[in-house]
């Protein structure tokens, strides 16, 4: 429902604001992806493979952030033993650590990283 939701709001970005050349290019690359990976959540049901692309959906959805700014703050976080102890990252508008990757199992397992 979700990613849904992500690809809703992606139909609703106003392109003309994205003036510069340069902008407008990484816009289409990262919305491209974006897109993506949010389809992808959207049409499958087993969430090691909704994880798998959220990993994904997450590393451009920050890349937009830190590219493009954000009318709030957020809050980027890690945790370490995601993706078979590779690590990987997601975005949040709260302090507080709800782990994506591990669910009820590890809820609070993460720090925060960055925040924008």
């Keep these: 429902a979700a990613a849904k939701k992500v690809l809703s709001a992606l139909e609703h970005v106003d392109m003309k604001q994205l003036t510069d050349k340069k902008a407008h290019g990484h816009w289409m690359t990262i919305s491209k992806e974006i897109s993506n990976s949010a389809n992808s959540i959207s049409k499958i049901s087993d969430i090691k493979a909704q994880r798998d692309h959220f990993k994904h959906l997450s590393a451009h959805l920050s890349k937009g952030v830190k590219l493009f700014g954000v009318d709030q703050k957020i809050y980027e976080q890690f945790c370490p033993m995601a993706d078979n102890n590779k690590g990987a990252y997601w975005l949040s508008t709260t302090k507080e650590i ?15 990283t960055d925040e924008m």
């Design 98 to 112: 709800k782990n994506p990757y591990f669910g009820e199992a590890m809820l609070t397992c993460g720090e925060i």
